[in-house]
T-cell receptor, first 116, second 119 residues
Framework: GAVVSQHPSRVICKSGTSVKIECRSL??????MFWYRQFPKQSLMLMAT?????????EQGVEKDKFLINHASLTLSTLTVTSAHPEDSSFYIC????????????FGSGTRLTVV | AQKVTQAQTEISVVEKEDVTLDCVYE???????LFWYKQPPSGELVFLIR??????QNEISGRYSWNFQKSTSSFNFTITASQVVDSAVYFC????????????????FGQGTILTVHP
């Protein structure tokens, strides 16, 4: 079945540094990937939709200059949190649209970002 | 705009009890998809079911069952004879149709229901 690999699973970084999170579709081509953020005890909020070869579409209120998304190939999308601050600490999850399969979407296992 | 409401923030039951998780949705689309996911403490999302808007058949899978009623825009989830391993956060989600209904658009999640099953 469709598998999405997300790395790293956990990262701790210093305030002011940048962190890159990778999301790879292992056995299928993902023309569209979605990035979500989840704060503790809250729901998943869509941050942006990433389309291969074009600019990402950001949801209202999400700073595109802070959360850089690159989807340069059909199997890889990256989210870079630039100049991270403690308030960016969260759980980030990517998902890929699995084409017309029953499951619809395949999710990565998530990245827990802690900014100190 | 789409919206999913899970009114129950937290539910606590004792093992072997039946429990129903409510989900109410809003959409202007005539073609859409509804999902339920389980999120254990590890954080990964576990797919449980997908239902499209034209299929109102209820579904049963082992101890899990789902009741989809378009008339009330609800897609409720029942766990029969709950077990401690069922403890998790459960999300209901709604996807708009995309590309003429042949694919899936953005996924909107409900707030989630924290289910705790006590031994």
């Amino acid at each position: 079945g469709a598998v999405v690999s997300q790395h790293p699973s956990r990262v701790i970084c210093k305030s002011g540094t940048s962190v890159k999170i990778e999301c790879r579709s292992l056995d299928f081509q993902a023309t569209t990937m979605f990035w979500y953020r989840q704060f503790p005890k809250q729901s998943l909020m869509l941050m942006a939709t990433s389309n291969e070869g074009s600019k990402a579409t950001y949801e209202q209120g999400v700073e595109k200059d802070k959360f850089l998304i690159n989807h340069a190939s059909l199997t890889l999308s990256t989210l870079t949190v630039t100049s991270a601050h403690p308030e960016d600490s969260s759980f980030y999850i990517c998902s890929a649209r699995s084409g017309q399969t029953y499951y619809g979407y395949t999710f990565g296992s998530g990245t827990r970002l802690t900014v100190v | 705009a789409q919206k999913v409401t899970q009114a129950q923030t937290e539910i606590s039951v004792v093992e072997k009890e039946d429990v129903t998780l409510d989900c109410v949705y809003e959409t202007r689309d005539t073609t859409y998809y509804l999902f339920w996911y389980k999120q254990p403490p590890s954080g990964e999302l576990v797919f449980l079911i997908r239902r499209n808007s034209f299929d109102e058949q209820n579904e049963i899978s082992g101890r899990y069952s789902w009741n989809f009623q378009k008339s009330t825009s609800s897609f409720n989830f029942t766990i029969t004879a709950s077990q401690v391993v069922d403890s998790a956060v459960y999300f209901c989600a709604l996807s708009e149709a995309y590309a003429g209904g042949t694919s899936y658009g953005k996924l909107t999640f409900g707030q989630g229901t924290i289910l705790t099953v006590h031994p």
